[in-house]
């Protein structure tokens, strides 16, 4: 998985997010991607498609794909049920003579979760193999 839009052949899905909590810390939870599901792409995510995800790396939350807006860090796991999101936080930090956030973007970001304008993640990744099968009527790439 590459979360860089640098990244060349690099494309980019609008992918719901199932965060289970959003924290005050502005730590979350969730999935990025769940397997043998159809997503609103018509893609398929095997188990396979993250074999060679480097545990305990951690990347960049960035705003807009913009990799000058760098507003938090996760890292993914991959369990039965998909790819999860661990570690994930966005970056709240203040400055403890004003009490100004660091990183403004990062808690405008947060405060769009926490109201729930901000319903889904957009993730940039490079396909290296697939294949492709119908479901339901619609073409599908595996």
Known sequence: MKINNQESNAEVKNLQVEIKELKEDGSFEGYVAVFNNVDFGDDIFSPKAFAEETP??????????????????????????????????????????????????????YANLKNGDISGLSVGYRVRDCEFKEVDGTDCRV
């Open 56 to 109: 305990n790396k951690y990347y960049p939350i960035l705003a807009d794909h913009d990799t000058r807006k760098v507003i938090g860090k996760l890292q993914v796991y991959a369990d039965d049920y998909g790819l999860k999101l661990i570690n994930a936080k966005l970056n709240l930090m203040t400055n403890p003579k004003t009490n100004d956030y660091l990183v403004p973007l990062a808690a405008e970001k």
